[in-house]
DNA sequence: CGAGAATAGTTTTTT
DNA sequence: ACTATTCTCG
């Protein structure tokens, strides 16, 4: 008892109905900042503590690896290690275990590789190509995404085509059929087939699916509103015998509708489960009153919403600050501005009472991660570390997908994709001409190109070759050609030798030895000893898997790097860590389920947030206004909305009008700064007010702008004459020829202390 | 075959 | 503006 008392110490009335509610169906709305994670790690708790049911027999799905994670951590807090039995991951990382232990019966391979986007073009391109597909009529992603749309609808290619009605439609329906065929003939499976293909045999084989059903007695979903039908399906069916499940969401934060993510599973869970709980959360632990109510009134523009309103007894807290500048440069400028300022670099001390700022208490959130460009310049100007979430991302730099290539094809030398992308990598006289001729020449024989370089390596050493005369037509490939495959061959037979026998990061040695990697590295690219560094990095990743056996320690590291997300590369800096952290840049889509004392969202304006592309369509408009939403509910003391007069954007300046977002905000609860003198932009009417300039505190003051001519003293440089004077990003770059020693010097304004004579 | 130039497409968000 | 792919030449 005196645990349950522990577990249920700090939770408020329905929080606490929510833990407890165990035996059937139950849906949580939880509010942002509302204790939805504490929630369901108390519930776990709860449910092996309490109700004794053991820690195997609970499945709780997350969205990220890292929520998993963290997740993880926090039961373990009250179970110890009993924590390590749940079953916790994303729906793609639980599939994947599901199909690598029971996909033989629907006649997966056990190696079977995870296509990531990337390489799922690189199959769709081969497809359209062969099917002769006009990509200037139907583009390879538009195929693509219809094709995904269509499995994360748990519709297969037999179905599609039978319901293609149009000609749009019948084109996806070949590729789709020949797409999943190729992929087979990989052994390779892409994300949506990681659920379609674990739904479909659940369906299809009741012995398998009465084992799962037996063994997990609840289902936790989180983060329901971004499920899609086949995840909401899968759910279902693990959940089939009991119906205790307890899903998680907000329909609020339901962002990812383009990746399929279908809100009618929360209107349909009542009718699914018949007699399901429902409880709201609407306490919120995380941000001010003045916060919560700004990002009410935005999400009060939608329509197709039903109304949650969302409380906190923190108080009402700072104004939000809404900061118009002239472009992006000055945009950044005045976040960094405002970071230094508060975390005292620049000025003294913060407001008393207040705790002092560390650079992990700050993000700054964007729609698009070209937008991050300006932030990062800003930042490295002012000297402030930050960290990038996503952007170019780690596992997708070319050095880094060469290396991933050829493990996995150690591990599945099937996977075509990746024997294409290194067969000539580093360069060994396979060109393109050839590794087409080799293509061309497997299909004829209707083996795949891996069996095709096998039989060609036969064919090459007759000798070695008693048991199988060759009656394969004879190779296309020049002597040369064929030498090198045959040397290519052989080592990756060599290279699978060593995989069966040594941890990984001694296959991953032996890869980068053999290809002589690193020479290559070296050879072909300016910033060599920076590529090399990254195939460093993934080997001290690949390092954390050697105490596992030789097989599964491959397995398991490129099933979780090809499941890696964006977030999962977040840092974050313990409280007590000697260097504060870094600010963090990350778009409002990875920031879902982050919070920080201090959010800038960036070019709040039409075009942008909302996104012009969802402009004609009044549900995608929806989805712009609930991304706001999830980005202004992530700060808990400050929010500062931020747009830019003029914006580069594509090679071009744009003149965006001040977001329809920021308009929906009560005048009352915003400090409303500008720092450009122009005093005309785009004027709308609304209750948002246009920049006043009275408590502008522009980063130059105004009367310090220098002209060509002019007499200037500096306190080191002493006298000297201005040459010239251009505008840089909101700043000044004075160049000044001085008198004496100095010489010409190039000088910030905003830096150099610079006095006119 | 490889290197460098020309050209096209791209940018909304990502497991 | 930037990258990636295709084209052209040595």
Redesign the pocket.
């Known amino acids: 008892m005196v645990a349950t008392e522990h577990i249920l110490q700090d939770l408020n009335p329905p929080q606490r109905e929510a833990v407890t509610a165990v035996e059937g169906p139950l849906l949580i709305l939880a509010g942002p900042g509302s204790g939805k994670t504490r929630v369901i790690t108390h519930r776990i708790a709860y449910l092996v503590d309490q109700e004794g049911v053991a820690p195997w027999r609970i499945v709780a799905v997350t ?3 890292k929520a998993a994670r963290e997740m993880r951590q926090r039961v373990f807090a009250h179970l110890g290690d009993r924590a390590l039995d749940v079953a916790l991951g ?4 639980i599939c994947a275990r599901l199909l690598r232990v029971e996909g033989e019966r629907i006649g997966l391979q056990r190696s079977f590789n995870i296509y ?2 990337a390489d799922q073009m690189a199959v769709i391109k081969r497809v359209t190509e062969a099917l002769n597909i006009d ?2 009529k139907f ?1 390879d ?1 538009a195929i693509l995404s219809t094709i995904s749309r269509a499995k994360s609808e748990l519709v297969d290619a037999r179905t599609y085509a039978a319901e293609a009605r149009d000609y749009f439609a019948e084109i996806v329906a070949r590729s789709y059929e020949r797409y999943q065929a190729l992929l087979a003939e990989n052994a390779a499976l892409d ?2 087939d990681l659920i379609l293909k674990a739904v479909t045999m659940l369906q299809e084989h009741e012995s398998i699916r009465e084992k799962y059903e037996e063994r997990y007695l609840h289902v936790l979903v989180d983060e329901f509103q971004d499920t899609n039908l086949a995840q909401y399906e899968l759910a279902r069916i693990l959940a089939g015998g009991h119906g205790n499940i307890c899903a998680v969401g907000d329909p609020d934060q339901s ?2 509708s ?2 399929s993510a279908d809100i009618r599973n929360i209107l349909n869970f009542e009718r699914d489960f018949p007699g399901a709980r429902i409880v709201l959360l609407e306490q919120n632990y995380r941000s001010t009153q003045h916060i919560l109510d700004a990002a009410h009134a935005v999400i009060s523009g939608n329509r197709q919403r039903t109304e949650k309103s969302l409380w906190t007894d923190r108080g009402h807290g700072e104004p939000i600050v809404v900061f118009e500048a002239y472009d992006e440069g000055e945009e950044a400028d005045f976040i960094a501005g405002e970071i230094a300022r508060l975390t005292g670099v620049e000025a003294g001390p913060g407001d008393p009472g207040e705790p002092a700022w560390a650079l992990r208490d700050f993000a700054v959130m964007y ?4 937008q991050s460009r300006a932030v990062e310049e800003a930042l490295i100007r002012a000297g402030i570390r930050y960290q990038l979430v ?1 952007g170019t991302r780690f596992y997708e730099r070319r050095e880094v997908k060469d290396v991933l290539a050829y493990l996995r094809l150690v591990h599945n030398p099937y996977d075509m994709v990746s024997l294409a992308r290194v067969l ?1 990598v580093p ?8 590794v087409q001729q080799l293509e061309r020449w497997a299909q004829a024989l209707g083996v795949p190109l891996y069996t095709a370089l096998q039989i060609l390596v036969a064919q090459e050493s007759p000798e070695k070759q008693q048991s199988r005369p060759p009656q394969a037509p004879r190779h296309p490939a020049a002597a040369r ?1 064929a030498k090198a495959v045959v040397e290519f061959v052989e080592m990756l037979d060599e290279l699978m030798d060593v995989a069966a026998k040594n941890n990984l990061s001694t296959l991953l040695d032996g890869v980068v030895e053999r290809t002589a990697y690193r020479r290559y590295l070296y050879g ?1 690219f300016d910033d060599g000893e920076q590529r090399w560094e990254n195939v460093e990095e993934l080997r001290n990743v690949a390092a954390e898997y050697d105490g596992l056996a030789p097989g599964n320690g491959l397995v398991s590291f490129l099933e979780d790097v090809a ?6 590369t977040l840092q974050e800096a313990p409280d007590d860590a000697p260097d504060a952290g870094r600010v963090t840049l990350i ?1 409002l ?2 920031a879902k389920g982050l919070e920080y004392r201090a959010v800038f969202m960036i070019a709040m304006e039409e075009g942008v947030l909302p ?4 402009f004609d369509e009044p549900a ?1 408009l929806e989805e712009e206004r609930r ?1 706001a939403y999830v980005g202004m509910t992530r700060a808990r003391e400050r929010l500062y909305l931020l747009r830019a007069f003029k914006r ?4 071009a300046s744009q003149h965006n009008p001040a977001s329809r977002f920021l308009k929906d905000i009560p005048p009352e609860l915003i400090a409303q700064r500008s720092a450009f003198a122009d005093g005309s932009p785009a004027t709308t009417a609304g209750r948002y007010r246009e920049p006043a300039r009275v408590d502008a505190r522009p980063l130059v003051p105004e009367d310090a702008v220098f002209s060509g001519g002019e007499k200037v003293r500096h306190p080191r440089f002493g006298e000297g004459i201005v040459v010239s004077c251009r505008v840089a990003n909101g700043d000044q770059e004075l160049t000044v020829a001085f008198k004496g020693e100095a010489g010409i010097k190039r000088l910030l304004l905003s830096l150099a202390p610079l006095e006119r004579l």
């Open positions: 969205f990220t690896n994303t729906f793609h990382s990531d986007d990509p200037k583009s992603r994300f949506d962002i990812y383009w990746r729609r698009t991660n070209a996503g000539n360069g060994r006289g396979i060109g393109t001409k050839t050609q072909e499941l890696i997300s964006d977030q999962d778009t889509h990875s996104h012009v592309r969802s995608q991304l580069y954007a594509m090679g």
